[in-house]
């Protein structure tokens, strides 16, 4: 094999490894204090809520309910994720933290 053909398998496998070992965070990474703060059941509108936190992940039901997900760093680089759903008026329904995955 040609010297080049070991180089960039060397980088494929490198820049896989890389990938592999730093898994990124699922949704937009906020401070849990300011998740809370922002977030009042019954009270908060969608609007409120991105302009408070930003945009993350969500998914959209055809009932007209919204799921987003935010996280919260942790200790050790791990992160608590925080869950809230909005109903189809577009009002924060229920909140949901789950605490950061053992190490």
């Not at 009270?43 to 009932?63: C, E, W, Y």
């Not at 007209?64 to 924060?92: H, K, M, N, S």
């Amino acid at each position: 094999m040609k010297p080049a053909t070991y180089f960039l398998g060397s980088v494929l496998a490198l820049a896989l490894y890389g990938c592999a070992s730093t898994p990124a965070p699922m949704g937009a990474s906020v401070p849990e204090a300011k998740l809370t703060a922002a977030l009042v059941p019954g009270q908060t509108t969608r609007a409120q809520m991105l302009a408070a936190l930003g945009p993350t992940k969500s998914v959209h039901f055809d009932s007209g309910y919204e799921v987003w997900l935010y996280q919260a760093p942790a200790d050790g680089g791990r992160f608590a994720e925080f869950v809230v759903l909005v109903d189809p008026r577009g009002i924060v329904a229920k909140t949901r933290r789950r605490a950061p995955a053992l190490p």
